[in-house]
Structures are given as C-alpha cells and as structure tokens.
C-alpha cells in the first residue's frame, strides 16, 4: 500500500499522495477573500477574429465574448518614456493596467490563466510595481498561481549604474531579474477536452516547473521594437499552461511575439495594440513564421 504524506513541521521530501487538508484548513487561510465564480460556459470568438491584432487600446475587447480566452500572456507598457509611453502619473498608469485586466477577467474562460510580465522600476526610491499588480489582480478576484523568477544576468549590456561603487555610500541594486506573475479566474485546474492536448515535454515540465527561469533578453534594435520579449518567454507559458488549439490573448501585442508563439505552439492568438507601426511589424513576423510552418 502506498503511504502518504501529510503536511509537516519538518517539512516532507517526496509528496506522495500528498494530505494538505491541515494546512488549507489552517487559519491562515480562514479570512482569506477567495472569489468563488460559479463555472461558466466557455464561449467561441467568431472565426473573423481569431489569429488578429486589434488596433485600440485593449481597456475594452469587445471583439472577445465573455468566457472564450483560455491564456493571457504578456509585458505592459512601463510608462517609463518608452518611445510608445505616454507619462502617465503612477494611479494613472495603474488604473489603466486595472482597466486591462478587468476586461481581462471577463474574457478568460473559467480556469483560464494570466501571466504577467512585468519588472520594478525606479532607484530613488524603487517602485514596487509587482506588489501594486499583485494587489489589483486580487481585487480583481483571480487566484494567484505563484511568481516566476526571470533572470536575464546571461545578457548582454547589464547595467552600470551602480551608485557609489565598492562603498557603502550608496551602492545601488543592478536588477537582472524580471517577474512573471500567474493567476487564476475562478478555478486553478482546466478540464482537458478531446480535441485539446498537451505538448510539453518531460523535461521541459520537470525544469520549467521551477519558478526560477534562465534565459536572454532580446535586442530591441534586432527586433525593431524599443521593448519586446524574447520568444522563449511566452512559448514556455504557452506550453506549460495553456493545451493545443487554446487561445491565447497578448492585450499588449507590441511587436506580436506572443503570436509567433501561439503559432509556432498550435495555438490560436488575438491581440491589442496602439500603435499601427508596430502592429505592421507584428503582422510582418507572423507572416514570416506561417510561411515557416504551413
Ligand atoms: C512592453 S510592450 C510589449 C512588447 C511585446 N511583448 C513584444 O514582444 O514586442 C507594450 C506595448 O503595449 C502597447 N500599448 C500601450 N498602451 C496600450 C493600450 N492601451 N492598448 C493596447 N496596447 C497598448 C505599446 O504600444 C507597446 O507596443
């Protein structure tokens, strides 16, 4: 017979058939204002729409009825006098993220996932952007799924902004690290379906199921996009997250690498993006890779 493990003081090493009941039913988590949504119908997006880039502001999607997105990946505007930020005070800036993710939420089916990309700006002092994101998204009601760890340090061109270097003046953190944020609507688990299947690996689970990720940023000169992220970011969400034939949302669709992901992954994609130059960029590369692929 196979033993179980239960939750320790010690903590257990391998977790077979793992008892958490006592943790979960600890106080802990007793006030915690967990929304339960009640499981909605998942709805389909009209074939015209699907494998699109929208050019308006993603604050509404009304191309997308309720329930019919299964992943939302991507890296907001930073609002940091980007070529493409407008200089939004910081509740500006982070009425128009709860704006997104607002209707985020509407449009991802029950179960669906949202991984945002996102960093923390700033030195003087340090603005937590992560922790004001966090909070808005729990507001919002979706279920936190944990926090992917980015480090970039292999790339090239690590900042030297030091401060006051070898003394204890001033010296300053050189952040080599970005987040990934992931979260739930209404259901941590998603029903596989017949025509749904999975496609990662064995060992791409085994590693990217540690929240420590390592890999390059991109040149935004290469790309043509003053901040794009490199492919290999949305195509591990996308695999680890998401099953074949999903649909996958990039409200911020910037140079569309969310797309060629989706693509490359046989997944569909729909995005949203302002500006028209860099939606002809985007639409460029998808077409690049669909002549790739078919
Ligand atoms: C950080 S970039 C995304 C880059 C993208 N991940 C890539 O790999 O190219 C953010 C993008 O959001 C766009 N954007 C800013 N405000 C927007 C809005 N309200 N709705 C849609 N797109 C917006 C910007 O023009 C910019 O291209």
């Not at 077979?16 to 009941?21: P, T, Y």
């Not at 006592?22 to 119908?41: R, V």
């Not at 688990?189 to 791409?204: A, G, L, P, V």
Request: glycine content about 6%; charged content about 25%.
């Amino acid at each position: 017979m196979t033993k179980h493990t239960q939750t320790s003081s010690f903590g257990v090493g391998a977790r077979i058939g793992h008892n958490s009941s006592k943790f979960y039913n600890s106080k802990l988590y007793e006030n915690l204002d967990i929304k339960k949504e009640k499981k909605q119908n998942d709805n389909e997006i009209m074939p015209q729409h699907l494998n699109n880039i929208f050019c308006h502001s993603s604050e509404k999607m009304p191309e997308l009825p309720d329930n019919s997105v299964h992943l939302m990946v991507t890296s907001p505007p930073y609002n940091v006098n980007k070529d493409y930020d407008e200089n939004l005070s910081l509740s500006e800036y982070l009425s128009l993220l709860e704006d997104v993710l607002k209707e985020t939420y509407r449009v991802l089916v029950s179960g669906g996932r949202a991984c945002i990309n996102i960093a923390n700006i700033g030195r003087k002092p340090y603005i937590p952007l992560t922790m004001y994101v966090n909070q808005i998204m729990l507001e919002l009601g979706f279920l936190m799924r944990g926090e992917i760890i980015w480090d970039k340090s292999a790339s090239s061109g690590v900042s030297l902004a030091w401060g006051s270097f070898k003394s204890a003046s001033n010296p300053v953190l050189r952040d080599t690290h970005e987040y990934i944020l992931v979260f739930s609507k209404g259901d941590f688990k998603r029903e596989k379906k017949q025509n749904k299947q999975d496609s990662i690996s064995k060992e791409n689970f085994m590693e990217w199921s540690k929240s420590i990720w390592r890999f390059s940023a991109v040149s935004a000169k290469k790309i043509g996009h003053p901040a794009p992220f490199p492919l290999e970011l949305p195509k591990r969400l996308i695999e680890f997250y998401s099953f074949e034939n999903d649909v996958i949302l990039d409200p911020f669709m910037g140079s569309g690498t969310s797309a060629l992901a989706a693509l490359q992954l046989k997944r569909n994609f729909v995005g949203y993006e302002i500006n028209k130059d860099y939606i002809k960029l985007a639409n460029y590369r998808i077409n690049e890779t669909k002549n790739t692929l078919f």
